[in-house]
């Protein structure tokens, strides 16, 4: 199964009844390991998940603190990107060459890198003095 196809499988169950708008999202780990996450939302706005956030949660509860490749797929009419504040949860597990690949449930796929979602990123590096 490809990191697409785990991320379709997971776009499948998301739960959006209020917007209609599935995303499901897969990260590969370091070691290997499939991780799955798909948005959540609640009708009290704004406290639903995204699924990127989703596998990134499910990746840290599984042992792994680092992204190897990330694949997002929804249903849109464009390859969907990740939101800003998914774009800086990545930026906290992945380097920026990591590839990240988006793609529409009718095969339409962009590739890209997190460094490229999010230029500038705000990193662990601001936070240290030398």
Known sequence: MTLIDAARDVWA??????????????????????????????????EGTCAEAGAIAAMVAGGETEIAEVAVIADSPIPVSPCGGCRQKLAEFGKPDVKVTLATTDGVVLETTIGALLPGAFTEDYMTRT
Not at 16 to 36: D, T
Request: with cysteine; aromatic share 14%.
């Open 13 to 46: 169950r998301a739960y959006a009844p209020y917007s209609n708008f599935k995303v499901g999202a897969a990260i590969r780990g370091k070691n290997g390991e499939v991780f799955k996450g798909c948005n959540v939302e609640n009708v009290a706005y704004p």
